[in-house]
């Protein structure tokens, strides 16, 4: 009677640990976003796109038809990521906007983003007109490119690249960007 007592009170303590565990892994990041109740939502499709409204803040906010074109960009990319790795993948995938003038202190970038994959999740700041191009696939004047969506599609449907060069040059490769500007208009800047 003894054992099976102690081997309850041992298995409720590691199941209270692994969800000590699982609930600090990797979220202090979303809590702190969880907990700004300030967005206007949007879903479409598989991708859920939180944003500023437009009265939010000191910087530009994406109106209503801009969110739905960066929804709409963010599926396709979805989709063709898929097709270029020839993996599935079906998790909703959430997208937080930051302003540009809130992005450095939020997101750590206030020029690009920021991906958690193991949550399906990544951080981009919103800048209107930032670089006026053609992306790889198509799509005039993104204002969200698909890097971020490449790291967080390819980690769950491939596993983790084993180095940060690997999952970034990936990324770049996918998305035909990187900072904004097409890498194939960058390459004859490169030494020879």
């Known amino acids: 009677m003894k054992q099976s007592h102690r081997t309850s009170k041992t298995m409720i303590f590691i199941h209270q640990l692994i969800m000590v565990l699982l609930l600090t892994s990797c979220t202090d990041f979303i809590a702190q976003v969880d907990l700004q109740k300030e967005w206007q ?6 991708i ?41 993948f079906t998790g909703k995938v959430l997208i937080y906007l930051y302003n540009q003038d809130e992005a450095l202190e939020h ?64 990324a770049v490769w996918l998305d035909g960007s990187y900072g904004g500007h097409s890498i194939r208009d960058d390459h004859t800047s490169l030494p020879r």
């Open 41 to 46: 939502v949007l879903g479409s499709g598989n």
């Open 48 to 88: 859920v796109l939180h944003y500023r409204s437009p009265d939010f803040g000191g910087g530009s906010s994406p109106e209503d038809e801009e969110a739905r074109f960066i929804a709409a960009n963010q599926n396709y990319y979805y989709q063709a990521i898929q097709d270029s790795i020839q993996k599935d």
């Open 107 to 170: 997101i750590g970038t206030s020029g690009g983003g920021h991906a958690l994959p193991k949550v399906n999740t990544f951080y981009y700041a919103f800048i209107p007109g930032q670089n006026e191009r053609r992306d790889k696939y198509g799509i005039e004047n993104p204002f969200v490119g698909a890097h971020e969506m490449v790291h967080v599609i390819t980690h769950r449907a491939l596993g983790y690249p084993g180095t940060k060069l690997m999952s970034e040059g990936y």
